[in-house]
């Protein structure tokens, strides 16, 4: 599958997955996988980065919030345009634009650090896309993104819950079948009623890597790894929302965050 194809899966997703984002459905994201990542981030006050695949704009603010200059790039034209709404009601001093993230048209050594918020798993060519990355950052720059973890969310997953909601095992299984762009229709978990019916559900190509694939893809593309994580919901956001018990028996969001090879962490931590 092409970037465009994919691209055009998104751009079909984009106005519902704006509407029900900005409306709180996404838990998984705010609650969890959001806050854990910026956790990890190392100081940015100052810097200039790039978020790709920044989607509607919510974590490239958070960025920009933290000091950053930021600019944020999408492939789907209607994420950017409600990017940048949210720029001009409330300006950040970011720029958005119209950008596959496999062929990006910044000069090297553009940006000090390069951010993916659960987008480098949706393209179809991620090898590309980290080396896009590579090229574009400082000798000193890293790159941290966040996928769905290749063990624990194969191309097969149940989640096995008791009467209460909460999560207590998962079956998994295919974990060795790269997928090629299968396409997987879901909703928001915590969608329902009117705002649910209101909505298709999202359609999103998946392209499945094991763990050794990625690890392979990294080193290729020149990066070493510096951190790794693989946040879990604490007891109070459980509580909050039964729904992330299943954090607890099984990671679902791997953090990665790399570096050149032969550099010293910018703000070590």
């Known amino acids: 599958m092409e970037s465009s194809e994919v691209g055009a899966y998104w751009e079909g997703n984009a106005s519902a997955w704006i509407e029900l984002s900005r409306a709180g459905y996404d838990i998984y994201r705010d609650a969890l996988n959001t806050p854990a990542f910026l956790a990890m981030l190392p100081d940015v006050d100052g810097l200039s980065g790039l978020d790709l695949g920044c989607g509607e704009g919510t974590n490239t603010r958070q960025l920009a919030q933290r000091g950053a200059r930021m600019i944020g790039v999408d492939i789907a034209?209607?994420?950017?345009?409600?990017?940048?709404?949210s720029e001009t009601a409330d300006p950040l001093g970011i720029a958005f634009q119209i950008e596959d993230a496999t062929d990006l048209s910044f000069p090297n050594?553009?940006?000090?650090?390069?951010?993916?918020f659960m987008s480098l798993m949706d393209m179809p060519d991620q090898s590309k896309a980290l080396v896009e990355a590579h090229r574009v950052l400082t000798p000193e720059g890293f790159l941290q993104f966040s996928i769905l973890h290749p063990c624990?969310?194969?191309?097969?997953?149940?989640t096995l819950r008791n009467a209460d909601g909460m999560a207590y095992a998962v079956e998994l299984s295919?974990?060795?079948r790269r997928t090629e762009g299968e396409v997987e229709t879901w909703h928001f978990s915590t969608a329902s009623g009117r705002k649910l019916d209101a909505h298709p559900p999202f359609k999103v190509p998946r392209f499945h890597r094991t763990l050794a694939d990625w690890i392979a893809m990294i080193g290729a593309a020149g990066f070493f790894l510096e951190a790794l994580e693989e946040p879990m919901a604490d007891d109070e956001t459980v509580r909050k929302y039964p729904k992330l018990s299943t954090t607890r028996v099984t990671p679902i969001f791997l953090h990665f965050r790399l570096r050149k090879r032969g550099t010293a962490p910018l703000h070590p931590r």
């Open 77 to 85: 034209p209607t994420f950017i345009s409600a990017a940048r709404a």
């Open 109 to 116: 050594d553009r940006f000090d650090f390069v951010t993916a």
């Open 152 to 158: 624990f969310i194969p191309p097969t997953r149940k």
């Open 174 to 176: 295919d974990y060795f």
